[in-house]
């Protein structure tokens, strides 16, 4: 690896690549002078792109790949037919250690099955998960996972995305002890499934470093309640997309509000800066960038649909991930919950 942060980004990948690829590039290339691009993907195109933004020309290196994997394509077809793809090459830079984190807005399960046959899955860590921000009614975000990686998790899986779920947090939001709840149906111990109290359970037993704060219900994503909410792929992804579609049809109502007549426009005309920072909190380009946590290696995802200031936040999260310590906090809160395990299952077989 060389001096500096290098960023490995899979320029075709998105449905606006690789125009918003190279913009985002160069807003991320404008706010870290320090920091290189390796740029995967149709050396003619993205040369031409580059020429448009001479900040990003300055700190990037196009590396030519012969194809792209289209949003289409299903996650087994990426793993037979993706070698020598911009996505696959993007992944390969940090498998090769010459980048520290890889972006791509393209096909999410290709971008994943690539990911994690090519880095593996941190000793420990059982299944990744995808990890993402939502906007919450105290002017920050709550970190949610899994939001679509597994279906399903038993409470030990659960535990390890507590613990990679913290430390994400940590890194992106500067927060030193980030609050930690399991979502549930209710906040009552008794409630929920095996599963969830089990998790609870094994936290509070296993010593783990965390600042557990037990049950959280769907409305405390929004709120604010914890800086970091835990739960299945399945209920996550739920949860997440509900959200998103909940957002843009409070959009659309404000939207018909304020253009049903002549007296609504010039309300909203009076009202417009105060809606400007209205649209700009509801942004999702402003905390645009997932993580797939547990992996040997740093890989953030983008909205598909992301334009340039929404790719450059997914960049951001990058740098922000590859200039922490991470890594070394989840590795240590792991190893506490393997010993307490084995310590545990010692316990069990003298009682027999």
């Known amino acids: 690896m060389s001096d500096g942060l290098v960023l490995s980004i899979d320029g075709m990948g998105g449905d606006h690549a690789p125009d918003i690829v190279v913009e985002g590039v160069d807003i991320a290339a404008r706010r870290s002078a320090d920091a290189r691009f390796l740029i995967h993907g149709d050396p003619t195109k993205l040369a031409a792109l580059l020429e448009k933004y001479p900040r990003a020309k300055a700190q990037s290196e196009i590396v030519p790949a012969e194809k792209a994997i289209g949003m289409e394509i299903k996650a087994s077809q990426a793993l037979r037919q993706g070698k020598g793809s911009s996505l696959w ?13 890889v972006v791509s807005a393209g096909n999410t399960g290709a971008f994943m099955a690539i990911s994690m046959f090519r880095l593996r899955t941190m000793e420990g860590v ?16 709550t970190v949610m996972l899994d939001v ?4 399903e998790a038993n409470g030990e899986q659960l535990v390890e995305f507590a613990i990679m779920g913290e430390a ?44 557990f704060q037990g049950f959280v219900e769907g409305d405390d994503i929004a709120k604010g ?5 835990v739960t299945d792929g399945f209920t996550g992804n739920i949860a997440l997309k509900t959200g998103e579609g909940t957002a843009r049809l409070v959009g659309q109502f404000l939207r018909e509000a304020l253009t049903g007549g002549v007296m609504a426009r010039l309300g909203a005309l009076i009202a417009y800066p105060a809606l400007q920072q209205l649209r700009k909190r509801m942004d999702p380009g402003t905390f645009n960038g997932a993580l797939f946590l547990g992996l040997n290696g740093l890989v953030v995802k983008s909205h598909g649909s992301a334009n340039g200031r929404g790719f450059a936040a997914a960049i951001g999260v990058a740098e922000k991930m590859a200039r922490s310590h991470y890594r070394e ?9 393997a010993h307490a395990e084995i310590a545990a299952a010692a316990k069990v077989g003298d009682a027999g």
């Open 89 to 101: 090459n993007a992944v390969e830079a940090v498998k090769e250690g010459r980048a520290n984190a």
């Open 126 to 141: 059982h299944r990744p998960a995808l990890t993402t921000r939502w906007p919450n009614a105290k002017g920050g975000y």
């Open 148 to 151: 679509g990686a597994n279906v």
């Open 168 to 211: 994400f947090a940590r890194a992106v939001t500067g927060v030193d002890k980030p609050s930690v709840a399991l979502l549930n149906v209710g906040a009552e111990e008794q409630k929920g499934h095996e599963e969830i109290r089990a998790a609870a359970q094994l936290i509070r037993e296993t010593g783990v470093d965390l600042n």
């Open 225 to 229: 309640t914890v800086d970091v909410v």
């Open 329 to 337: 906090e989840i590795a240590h809160n792991l190893e506490r919950l």
